[in-house]
């Protein structure tokens, strides 16, 4: 089984042409800007959006003291979840959401068939997302098999934080990674995402020795690595791979804000303003003339 928590269809930033948008769960780093922390935790996420509640009750009846009203507001008692199934579908307004399921590689193929013929057209295909899609389990390789058995094109949003093991048997399958260079400082990457730098430069070299085709993705955050000291950098080391086919400015934003909400959580940069792609046009002229494709993803 695969463990996703969406799928994002007519997608245009993610990959060539149109492409359908897998998520799936689970994610080993833990960055402070992310915009999709409902992927980070493998397991299922109940995320409450204030604004949908028309209070009909129904979440309450249940039993088990998740949900109550008092003084005319919802109160989420999450130190009690133990199990979601039971409010997967309960919320007739779409209030309550659970980020997470279970899906089966048939299942999923046939949900990836629908939009073939927009594929075919516009020479696009299925980008496999996250969270990170290389912690999922041996039926990823079986999901890719499918995918190329239908001639579709297969690109991967990948943070290369894991294990070269995880990556390698599958380099065969992708025709593009999308591998994020979030830093060059192994200080500051940790201290912001909770990872090991030095796992994720020794898999674009591993990445680049095989031949693999890659895009270098660099979300561009404020007070992490937005000065043009860090920002050339990471445009250095991107220039000195042989295979980078391009380099993908992607400017941050705040659009993640409510889903902190919705998931009880505080979201740690909701003092910093977007970044602009006007912002951006300095480093993609020192990546154009560092030999690179640049492309500011709006």
């Known amino acids: 089984m695969l463990n996703i928590f969406n799928i994002q269809r007519y997608s245009l930033h993610d990959g060539d042409g149109i492409r359908t948008n897998i998520f799936f769960k689970?994610?080993?780093?833990?960055?402070?800007w992310c915009s999709n922390p409902e992927g980070i935790d493998p397991a299922p996420a109940l995320m409450f959006d204030e604004r949908l509640c028309m209070q009909f009750g129904d979440c309450t009846l249940t039993g088990d003291g998740l949900f109550t009203v008092s003084n005319g507001s919802m109160i989420i008692n999450r130190e009690k979840i133990s199990d979601l199934s039971p409010y997967r579908?309960?919320?007739?307004?779409?209030?309550?959401?659970?980020a997470g399921e279970e899906i089966s590689?048939?299942?999923?193929?046939?949900?990836i068939e629908k939009d073939m013929p927009f594929y075919r057209g516009a020479e696009g295909g299925v980008t496999l997302s996250g969270g990170e899609p290389f912690m999922q389990d041996e039926d990823l390789e079986i999901l890719l098999i499918g995918l190329k058995k239908r001639g579709i094109n297969i690109a991967i949003e990948t943070s290369l934080h894991v294990p070269w093991s995880k990556?390698?048997?599958?380099?065969?399958?992708?025709?593009v990674f999308l591998a994020d260079l979030k830093h060059t400082d192994p200080v500051k990457f940790r201290e912001n995402t909770g990872?090991?730098?030095?796992?994720?430069?020794k898999n674009f070299r591993k990445l680049d020795a095989a031949g693999a085709k890659f895009i270098v993705r660099v979300p561009i955050v404020p007070?992490?690595?937005?000065?043009?000291?860090e920002l050339q950098s990471i445009t250095d080391f991107a220039a000195s791979l042989s295979n980078t086919t391009g380099i993908d400015y992607i400017p941050y934003h705040s659009l993640a804000r409510e889903k902190y909400l919705m998931l009880g959580k505080d979201y740690p940069y909701s003092q910093y303003r977007n970044v602009t792609t006007e912002e951006l046009l300095p480093i993609?002229?020192?990546?154009?003339?560092?030999?690179?494709?640049?492309?500011?993803?709006k």
Request: charged content about 20%; proline content about 7%.
């Open 105 to 111: 590689v048939s299942e999923l193929i046939d949900e």
């Open 26 to 32: 689970g994610c080993p780093l833990k960055c402070l």
């Open 195 to 201: 990872g090991d730098l030095s796992l994720v430069m």
């Open 167 to 175: 990556i390698e048997p599958y380099t065969g399958y992708i025709d």
């Open 284 to 297: 993609a002229g020192y990546a154009e003339k560092k030999g690179l494709k640049a492309k500011i993803v």
């Open 89 to 98: 579908n309960i919320c007739p307004s779409k209030a309550i959401s659970i």
């Open 223 to 229: 007070q992490f690595n937005m000065s043009v000291p």
